[in-house]
């Protein structure tokens, strides 16, 4: 990304588990962090609406806040125009892969992220050069 440090983009899922602090992941993604702290970590506008939907659904009001206080923390990448063609061209050649997925993953190719990181085994098999298992 230009700033001469790694970037990590990180999957909305593992957004969620950190935030809301899941006992199965948040030590492993804690640690996975705390072992790359000189990276950049970034999300995208996709990965704030995925992760809203269910405290905006059940009005809780303290995880909104939690979520909103966190992206803070992230890189924000944008979602522009040649993200979504990207996103439609790995749809196109992955009839499995869903949209968000796809716009996930282009987003993170298109800003040159160095890694993409996730829990969805399906997601190696299509960008294998960034995509990493954390959990």
């Given amino acids: 990304m230009g700033l001469g440090q ?8 593992l957004a969620i588990y950190l935030v809301e602090e899941n006992p ?4 492993t993604l804690e640690n996975a962090l705390a072992a ?3 990276a950049a970590y970034c999300i995208s506008p996709l990965t704030e609406m995925e992760c809203l939907i269910v405290p905006f659904r059940v009005q809780n009001n303290v995880l909104i806040a939690k979520f909103e206080n ?5 890189r924000v ?3 522009e125009s040649e ?6 061209r790995l749809r196109g050649d992955f009839a499995s892969l869903k949209t968000p997925d796809a716009l996930h ?9 160095d890694e993409f990181w996730t829990n969805d085994n399906r997601l190696i098999s ?4 960034i995509v990493k298992k954390v959990i």
């Fill in 6 to 13: 790694p970037s990590v983009y990180l999957d909305s899922c």
């Fill in 24 to 27: 199965s992941y948040v030590s």
């Fill in 36 to 38: 790359n702290s000189k």
């Fill in 70 to 74: 966190w992206f803070q923390t992230m």
């Fill in 77 to 79: 990448l944008p979602l």
């Fill in 83 to 88: 993200v979504f063609h990207a996103a439609a």
């Fill in 105 to 113: 993953l282009a987003t993170a190719v298109h800003h040159g992220c």
């Fill in 126 to 129: 299509i960008a294998p050069p």
